[in-house]
């Protein structure tokens, strides 16, 4: 059988899904089913006076209506997981329900309960609450100056935490032959998954065990929170992610919601079911980005780069959220020199309370963040010196030879290539015809933007003991079991939880090839805390990395175990046995030779093992990698602004980035594809807006821009192969990778557009009209 790791197989589980068989939340019917809804805060910050709820407990199919007060020693606070170190964390506790306080629009305030969708919204209308309502705070910095408002009693100057990494002493910049100095506003996005969050629980009481059916992209996470969350132990909760409609990071985290649900289901012996609405998620559900970042990059005149301070004021919303405190921290400050060969490094984050919607990992997560500040002060720099913008970038690439390689901040980056997919990215573009074209028309008035991002981000979050180190509430390692049956077909167990990455197919192609065995013989259990002893979920782009891993360890010893069997069989040495293709031949001898389906019903109907050996054939494995790895590329855009009405025209999008060893390049092609929407998304359209009361001015899809299809050109996508080391398949991350790179390459390329203008930024979103202002203002100057 040929291998089919690093070939273009069709998703398997498309099928499936194309034909409307998938199996999501609100598919799930159970006998007795309630309905839940959650009345929410329409005020930003208020105290609650009094909730009048007589009249709709009369209503006829109304079961239960809880508050805050009502839950108070019942249910516990939503905790964070990510207690970052030596940053004098503070952490606000988190209830499901507000009991006296509200902070933010979309808070919850009352739980109703009826026995269908439509009573419990007539319901709603039937509840008075009747609030204070108090000033509010939106913005990070207006939230830490002195005498502002406080947003928890508790807390000073709502600072939730101040985190320092690595020093630049101010000699340094200021002795250096040029210095560059830029703010940049990386607003708040929505990852706008296109099913939105769900629960229904279901208690058995003969049995004391909840079964929670939640859209988590790491159910045993949301497991482990929630036993806490509910006072249930862990053997007692049973979490089950059904197929699910996007995540993007916004499920990673555990929300009130979802411990409504499982209260509510235990508390009344009955099926319950929540179903988000669409308004609701824009403001219950938690968002991304919203930093302020303030860089210095200083070198010299020649290009060199010799320090970069940096420090980011990262709105974290009115609690803490599951990874929130991590993102502007450990994932963004790590990483802010990206990939060059800076010596001095410093990064400070100050993470603010504000009465806005908890922040938590978007896709990316702290990574798109840092690799924007550097990439956009990289071109400014070029400017500075009059040096073309892939020139400083040559000059300053960390080194083929140097890997791997530490960083300024103290990560070991695993492997490296830079310059290999930048200078195929040019070939494809025709990087200096393209210049002498833009010139060309530049003299004709026409606005052409060229923009690069060469990036490098940290992915696969994997080694439990830096996680440890980090203050992740957990181990990142992963695990898997591979069990042959007796017909040779094999069903794998994993503890990732895929929601559209195609685990199914990927994972497959690596069993397929191990076992040597059809594709289509080996099924997987994926996203269930009963099915699946643990496992730590899907983000940062770890599945194939971390998980990846795991599965080809569990593999590998199934192969073990069936060589020793073959061997016996063959009344042959194990070293003379050879395994290739679903064969074991003893050597030198043709024909003499078991299939893997052979070995298989041998091990599993046990009749003649070699002598101490058990039955069964089952291979598993906990892999905890030595390191995270570092996926890179090259992305080029080139773009059109439109002078009378600002608008920009994508004309050209090429990306070249190297993931390792590729498993499966429709799969991974496809997550370029998706990850470059999302980032070209927040570059030129999505934002959100709030009101200087708080209320959010963008929380409808008529408002809040996402990006079309057709917005897009055709993406020329290539990979490049530097392996990793890290893991035994020598693969590394790739969903995350067209994010990370795209918002700094469409950004470059609009400031590279407007040169004749000498403007070094332009706030994102870039929409049109502040284009159009940057070329009247231009216009007027002249």
């Known amino acids: 059988m040929a291998k089919i790791v690093g070939t273009p197989v069709k998703r398997k589980e498309d099928p499936r899904l194309l034909t409307g068989n998938g199996r999501f939340a609100d598919d799930i019917q159970l006998p007795g089913m309630l309905y839940a809804t959650v009345i929410r805060s329409p005020h930003a910050h208020a105290k609650i006076k009094n909730i009048l709820i007589d009249d709709a407990l009369r209503l006829e199919g109304v079961v239960a209506i809880y508050t805050g007060k009502d839950l108070e020693g019942k249910i516990g606070p939503i905790p964070t997981t990510w207690r970052v170190p030596g940053c004098n964390l503070k952490e606000a506790p988190h209830y499901p329900l507000a009991s006296d306080t509200v902070r933010y629009v979309g808070d919850g305030v009352v739980l109703v309960i009826a026995d269908d969708r439509y009573t419990v919204r007539d319901a709603v209308d039937l509840i008075e609450v009747d609030y204070e309502v108090l000033p509010a705070v939106v913005r990070q910095k207006e939230a830490i100056k002195d005498n502002q408002l406080v947003i928890h009693e508790d807390i000073e100057n709502n600072i939730a935490l101040h985190w320092k990494a690595g020093e630049v002493a101010d000699e340094l910049i200021e002795s250096a032959e040029v210095v560059v100095r830029e703010s940049f506003n990386l607003q708040r996005v929505f990852p706008s998954a296109i099913e939105t969050r769900a629960a229904i629980g279901q208690y058995d009481a003969g049995s004391g065990d909840l079964t929670l059916w939640c859209s988590s992209q790491n159910p045993h996470i949301h497991r482990m929170v929630l036993s806490e969350v509910l006072n249930i132990p862990e053997s007692k909760l049973r979490v089950i992610a059904p197929d699910m409609g996007g995540g993007f990071g916004g499920k990673i985290g555990v929300h009130p919601d979802e411990a409504l649900v499982g209260y509510a289901a235990r508390d009344l012996n009955r099926p319950v079911k929540w179903i988000e609405l669409r308004s609701e998620n824009f403001i219950a559900a938690n968002a991304g980005r919203d930093e302020i970042i303030d860089v210095e990059l200083a070198g010299k005149k020649d290009g060199t780069l010799t320090a970069i301070r940096v420090k980011n004021t990262a709105n974290l919303g009115a609690y803490l959220s599951t990874f929130g405190p991590g993102c502007p921290t450990i994932d963004f400050g790590l990483m802010i020199t990206g990939a060059y060969d800076i010596p001095h490094a410093s990064c400070e984050t100050i993470g603010v309370y504000t009465n806005t919607t908890p922040i938590d990992a978007y896709r990316g997560a ?25 020139e400083i970038r040559r000059k300053n690439f960390v080194k083929k030879e140097a890997f791997p390689y530490t960083n300024a901040q103290g990560l070991l980056y695993d492997s490296g290539d830079y310059e290999k997919p930048l200078q195929r990215a040019l070939d494809i573009i025709n990087y200096e015809s393209l210049r002498k ?46 069990r042959i049956h007796p017909s040779g077909k094999a069903t794998v167990f994993c503890g990732t939880s895929p929601h559209g990455q195609g685990h199914a ?31 730590w979920g899907t983000y940062g782009s770890r599945s194939t990395a971390v998980g990846g891993g795991a599965i080809a360890y569990a593999a590998d010893r199934v192969v073990e175990k069936a060589k020793k069997i073959a061997a016996h069989e063959l009344e042959a040495a194990e070293e003379d046995i050879v395994f290739e293709n679903g064969i074991f031949q003893l050597k030198g001898v043709p024909g003499h030779q078991r299939t893997f389906q052979e070995v298989a019903r041998s091990a599993n109907y046990a009749w ?169 203002s231009g216009e007027e100057n002249e």
């Open 505 to 535: 197919t990927t994972f497959g192609q690596i069993v397929a090839d191990k076992l040597g065995i059809p594709l289509d013989d080996i099924e997987f259990v994926f996203s269930d805390t009963k099915s699946v002893s643990m496992g």
């Open 437 to 482: 074209e833009q010139e060309k028309l530049r003299k004709l008035g026409k606005l052409i933007g060229i923009g690069f991002s060469t990036y490098v981000e940290l992915c696969g979050f994997g080694p439990s003991k830096v996680a440890g180190a980090i203050g992740f509430q957990g181990g990142v390692w992963e695990n898997a079991t591979v």
């Open 608 to 776: 003649n093992l070699p002598e101490g050996m058990e039955p069964s054939l089952e291979g598993q494995s906990f892999f905890d990698p030595e390191n995270f790895v570092y996926p890179f590329g090259t992305h080029i855009v080139v773009l059109e602004i439109d002078k009378q009405t600002g608008e920009i025209e994508l004309k050209r999008y090429v990306c070249v980035d190297d993931v390792g060893n590729v498993i499966n390049p429709l799969t991974a092609e496809g997550q370029v594809h998706g990850g470059i929407a999302q980032g070209v998304g927040q570059a030129l359209w999505e934002g959100a807006i709030f009101s200087e009361e708080g209320q959010l001015l963008t929380g409808t899809l008529m408002d809040y821009a996402l990006p079309k299809a057709r917005f897009f050109p055709h993406i020329e996508s290539e990979f490049t192969v530097t392996p990793t080391t890290v893991n035994p398949i020598g693969s590394k991350g790739v969903g995350e990778t067209g994010t990370t790179a795209s918002i700094a390459a469409v950004a470059n390329a609009v400031i590279d557009a407007l040169a004749p203008y000498d403007v070094t930024d332009v706030e994102m979103p870039i929409t049109p009209e502040k284009v159009w202002r940057v070329i009247q």
């Open 366 to 390: 702290g990574k798109p963040e840092a690799t924007y500040q550097i990439e956009r002060m990289i071109d400014l720099f070029a400017k500075k010196i009059a040096m073309d913008p892939v």
